[in-house]
């Protein structure tokens, strides 16, 4: 069964920093493009950050450039969000995905993991 | 960034009816389209990719149709367990964007 469980998640200062993390089983982890999702809370869903399989590309949303650092580890079959400098508007569950890439370069997310809520506050 | 607008925003609909869906793009995103079901509490689940090829496991109840812009899902006949949150996702470039979603709720 493929399976994706994140964890790291918590309450943290504006300004501060937090690492996330995604384990991956089930599948040939270094076989796929991996991506954080998030989705603040009460509202909709919004793309974060993707990793190629072998970590020699990365995209980032506008709003987290500089700030976010996606990463994996294929040989401990998992993946990382490093978020530093975070503000309130980060506040979110985040979401680990398996990234299908399509004919058009980018493409759907399947399955996903049951989230790890991350609560920017003072 | 393409903006994707479902509507309506929620949808009453009894057990046993049609639920129709909409979703439409701010530029043409070819068939470059996928469909999720998202219950409380619980993570997003892929129903439909490439506008109209359903996911494994995903019951033929479930449609989707469309290309370009305008696009929709289409529950043949609602089921309890059908009761949820439906987003859209453009992949027509890197910079992926997802709907506001439709709720359907019970009638």
């Known amino acids: 069964e493929v399976q994706l469980v994140e964890s790291g998640g918590g309450l943290v200062q504006p300004g501060g920093s937090l690492r996330l993390s995604c384990a991956a089983s089930?599948?040939?982890?270094?076989?796929?493009?991996m991506s954080w999702v998030r989705q603040a809370p009460g509202k909709g869903l919004e793309w974060v950050a993707n990793i190629k399989q072998d970590g020699s590309e990365k995209y980032y949303v506008d709003s987290v450039k500089g700030r976010f650092t996606i990463s994996r580890d294929n040989a401990k079959n998992s993946l990382y969000l490093q978020m530093n400098s975070l503000r309130a508007e980060d506040t979110a569950v985040y979401y680990c995905?398996?990234?299908?890439?399509?004919?058009?370069?980018?493409?759907?997310?399947?399955?996903w993991g049951q989230g790890t809520l991350v609560t920017v506050s003072s | 960034e393409i903006v994707m607008t479902q509507s309506p925003a929620t949808l009453s609909v009894s057990p046993g009816e049609r639920a129709t869906l909409s979703c439409r793009a701010s530029?043409?995103?070819?068939?470059?389209l996928a469909w999720y079901q998202q219950k409380p509490g619980q993570a997003p689940r892929l129903l439909i990719y490439?506008?109209?090829t359903r996911a494994t496991g995903i019951p033929a109840r479930f449609s989707g149709s469309g290309s370009g812009t305008e696009f929709t899902l289409t529950i043949s006949s609602l089921q309890s367990e059908d009761f949820a949150v439906y987003y859209c996702?453009?992949?027509?470039?890197?910079?992926?964007?997802f709907g506001q979603g439709t709720k359907v709720e019970i009638k």
């Open positions: 089930g599948f040939t982890f270094s076989s796929y493009w």
């Open positions: 996702q453009q992949y027509n470039n890197w910079r992926r964007t």
């Open positions: 530029q043409s995103v070819s068939s470059n």
């Open positions: 995905a398996r990234d299908y890439i399509a004919a058009a370069g980018t493409g759907w997310f399947d399955p």
């Open positions: 490439g506008a109209s």
